[in-house]
């Protein structure tokens, strides 16, 4: 057994990490069914090396890369044809206190349906490092779709990066309220 103190894991984060090529397949294989029927555009507004979306042949991607010069956070246009979302937005380049992924899920609740299914990788702190007054904590609550699911996922998935994270899915009612990856 390891046991990894604060200042072994103090380095900076990489904000580029990779999602593993065993949980892309992962999100595909509970997509996978939906995507014969419903969906046809998915986003990912912080797509690196497009894995996330890789496994999905027969629907329309769409995807934001800064280094390729699109950066969805500039976008103004309305994605009216995206009828799902999965992103692992980066976690280390929030703005203030807001966290990175809430600003991504911000900016897609702004430009893309509200119903849609959202699968988003975020720290756990997103959803649960809230006080009774903080400004996430009321949007989670008032703002945001349902979180119908949340796939909890191991403090060492991501490679040479030990953090807290899960996936939540908003708008998913057909996947089982929690899977442990």
């Known amino acids: 057994m390891s046991v990894y103190n604060k200042s072994e894991n103090k380095k900076t984060k990489p904000s580029d990490t990779a999602t593993p090529f065993d949980l892309c397949d992962y999100i595909y294989n509970l997509l996978k069914d939906r995507c014969d029927n419903n969906i046809t555009c998915i986003l990912d507004p912080c797509c690196g090396d497009k894995r996330l979306t890789n496994n999905f042949k027969n629907v329309e991607v769409i995807n934001y890369k800064i280094k390729d010069g699109t950066d969805f956070l500039k976008e103004q246009n309305k994605l009216d044809k995206v009828n799902c979302v999965i992103c692992n937005p ?81 708008n998913c009612p057909w996947l089982k309220p929690h899977y442990q990856f």
């Open 90 to 170: 980066p976690f280390n380049t929030g703005q203030g206190r807001m966290l990175s992924p809430e600003v991504f899920l911000d900016k897609i609740l702004s430009l893309c349906k509200r119903d849609i299914p959202i699968l988003m990788v975020a720290p756990m702190g997103f959803r649960l490092n809230n006080h009774k007054r903080s400004k996430r904590r009321k949007k989670i609550i008032e703002r945001y779709p349902d979180i119908t699911s949340i796939i909890s996922l191991p403090l060492d998935t991501f490679e040479d990066t030990l953090f807290h994270c899960e996936i939540l899915c908003f």
